[in-house]
C-alpha cells in the first residue's frame, strides 16, 4: 500500500510541474498518511520539494503584482552635431513621471554634468535638452521596452532593444557611453553587433550607487570630454546680439528665460569662486538689473548673505523682463533675510559695500553707448572700485558698466571688475586692447543654443 501511495504522490508532483510549466497555478495535495505511522523517505522528499514549491509560487506571485511593461515614453534628445551617445536603460518610474532622462531628484547626473561643464545645474527638461545639445551629446536609452519591477534593473526581462540606427544614422556619433552595468550589459548584447561601435561603461548616477562619491563620477564622466568638439562661440557686434536674442527667443526660449539664465550663470560663478562669500549686488533699471535680481535670488537660495541695492522698487522698473524678474525675486529674498535697499543715499551704498566679500555690477548691459555715467550709478560705480581696491571681488553682468560692449571705450567712471559673466557671445568691444583692464577674466555663458541659429541665419544677424 506504501509504495502505491509514493507513487501516486510522485504522479500528483510530476502534475504540478506541468501544470507550472503550463502557466496554471495547480497547487497538490499533500497527504498527511505515512508508510506505518512513520513519513516515508519519498513522502519526505516530496513535501520538502512541493514546500519549495509553494514559497517560489509565492515569491512569484508577489513580484508579479509590482512587475510592469514599461514602454519606453521619451523621445532620444539629438541632432546633426551630436557626437556622443549616452545611455541608460530605461527611465524609473520618477523620470517617466518627470518626462525627461534622470529625472529622480536624488539621481546625480545633472550635477554631474554641471560639475563638467562648470555651468549652473540644469533645474528644467528645456535646460537639460539645451544642455545636451550645446554640448554635442545625445540622450537615449538601451530598451524601448520591457518588464521590471519598479526602478530595479536587476529585475528587467523580456527586452526589446531601441533602433538606435535613429541617431547613428542622423550624427557623426564617435563614442558611446552606458550609464551603469545593466545599461552596458545589454548594449553589448542587442545593440552593439548592429552599431559596431564599443560602448564605454560609466558609474551609475543612480541613489542605487550612492557609495560612488560626486567627484568620483565627475572624474569618470570626462571620459566624453575628448569627443565633444565643443562649439566655439563667435564674437558679436551688440547688434548682432540682439538680432540673436530674437531669434532665440523665436526659436522657443523666451527672453524671460534668458533672463532667468543669465542670473543663474552670474550666481553659480560666484558661489564657485566664494561660497561663504557676502554678496552685494548693484541693480540697475534695465535687464542688466533683471540679471542682477535673479543672481541675489539664487545667491540667497544658496545661504549667501546678500544685500540689493537698488535705486527704484522692484514694481516701478519698466523694462521687461526685467520688471517680471524683480517682482518675482523680491518676495523669496525678504523669506531668505537678504537686504534690500531701495534708492539709499551714498553713505548707505558705501556702509553696505564695506560688508562685502563680492560685488556683482548689474547697472549698466550693453545698451549703454554713452561718455558719462548718470547719477547716482557714477558714485556707485566708484565706490565700488574703492571697496575692490580695500579687497573685494567684482564680477560684471554681461558688461562692465561704463564700458561700451561695442566700442571697448570706457567711461569716467568704469567698473574694474576681476571678472565679467558675458552672456551667449563675447562681444566685440570686450576684446578690445583698452577694455581688458576693466573686463578681467572673461567668462562666457552660453544660456541657450545658438549653434544652429547661426549656421541658419547668419547672414540675417
Known amino acids: 500500500m506504501g509504495y502505491r501511495e509514493d507513487e501516486r504522490r510522485w504522479k500528483r508532483l510530476q502534475d504540478m510541474l506541468a501544470a507550472e510549466a503550463s502557466g496554471k497555478t495547480v497547487k497538490p495535495a499533500v497527504s498527511q498518511r505515512t508508510l506505518f505511522g512513520i513519513p516515508s523517505t519519498v513522502e519526505q522528499t516530496i513535501e520538502r520539494i512541493v514546500a519549495q514549491d509553494e514559497e517560489e509560487w509565492r515569491m512569484k506571485r508577489m513580484r508579479a503584482k509590482h512587475t510592469q511593461r514599461i514602454i519606453h515614453p521619451i523621445d532620444p534628445v539629438f541632432d546633426a552635431h551630436s557626437r556622443i551617445l549616452v545611455l541608460g536603460t530605461m527611465p524609473s518610474p520618477k523620470s517617466r513621471e518627470a518626462g525627461f532622462y534622470y529625472g529622480h531628484p536624488q539621481n546625480r547626473f545633472w550635477r554631474v554634468m554641471a560639475k563638467l561643464f562648470d555651468e549652473p545645474v540644469a533645474m528644467t527638461n528645456d535646460r537639460r535638452r539645451d544642455q545636451m545639445l550645446r554640448h554635442h551629446i545625445a540622450l537615449w536609452d538601451v530598451l524601448a521596452s520591457c518588464d521590471i519591477e519598479g526602478a530595479s534593473d536587476a529585475s528587467i526581462s523580456a527586452c526589446v532593444a531601441n533602433d538606435l ?144 541695492v537698488t535705486s527704484r522698487n522692484a514694481d516701478e522698473l519698466k523694462a521687461q523682463p526685467a520688471h517680471d524678474a524683480a517682482v518675482a525675486a523680491l518676495h523669496p529674498l525678504v523669506e531668505e533675510g537678504a537686504n534690500v535697499l531701495v534708492s539709499p543715499d551714498e553713505q548707505q551704498v558705501e556702509q553696505a559695500l564695506e560688508a562685502a566679500d563680492v560685488i556683482i555690477d548689474a547697472l549698466l548691459g550693453t545698451g549703454f553707448t554713452g561718455e558719462a555715467v548718470k547719477q547716482p550709478f557714477d558714485a556707485w560705480i566708484a565706490l565700488a572700485n574703492n571697496r575692490r581696491a580695500q579687497g573685494a571681488s567684482i564680477v560684471a553682468a554681461d558688461t562692465p558698466s561704463g564700458l561700451n560692449a561695442q566700442t571697448g571705450t570706457a567711461s569716467s567712471p568704469c567698473i574694474t571688475a576681476d571678472e565679467t559673466v558675458t552672456m551667449i557671445v563675447p562681444k566685440t568691444g570686450l576684446a578690445r586692447e583698452g577694455a581688458a583692464s576693466h573686463v578681467g577674466a572673461l567668462h562666457v555663458a552660453p544660456l541657450a543654443y545658438i549653434e544652429p541659429l547661426l549656421s541658419d541665419s547668419r547672414s540675417q544677424l
Do not use: Q
Open 165 to 308: 540606427s535613429v541617431i547613428i544614422d542622423a550624427a557623426p556619433i564617435e563614442a558611446v557611453f552606458c550609464t551603469g552595468a545593466k545599461s552596458a550589459e545589454l548594449y553589448t548584447r542587442l545593440c552593439e553587433p548592429d552599431t559596431g561601435i564599443s560602448c564605454v561603461r560609466l558609474p551609475s548616477t543612480s541613489p542605487a550607487n550612492a557609495a560612488v562619491k560626486l567627484d568620483e563620477l565627475v572624474a569618470s564622466y570626462k571620459a566624453m570630454l575628448p569627443h565633444l568638439h565643443e562649439f566655439e562661440p563667435p564674437t558679436l557686434d551688440v547688434a548682432d546680439v540682439v538680432a540673436l536674442e530674437r531669434a532665440i527667443d523665436a526659436s522657443g526660449t523666451s527672453l524671460s528665460e534668458l533672463m532667468d539664465r543669465a542670473g543663474c550663470s552670474i550666481a553659480h560663478r560666484v558661489h564657485e569662486g566664494n561660497p561663504l562669500a557676502r554678496v552685494v549686488i548693484l541693480c540697475g533699471n534695465g535687464n542688466n538689473g533683471g540679471d542682477g535680481w535673479v543672481a541675489a535670488r539664487e545667491l540667497a537660495k544658496r545661504g549667501h548673505e546678500v544685500c540689493l
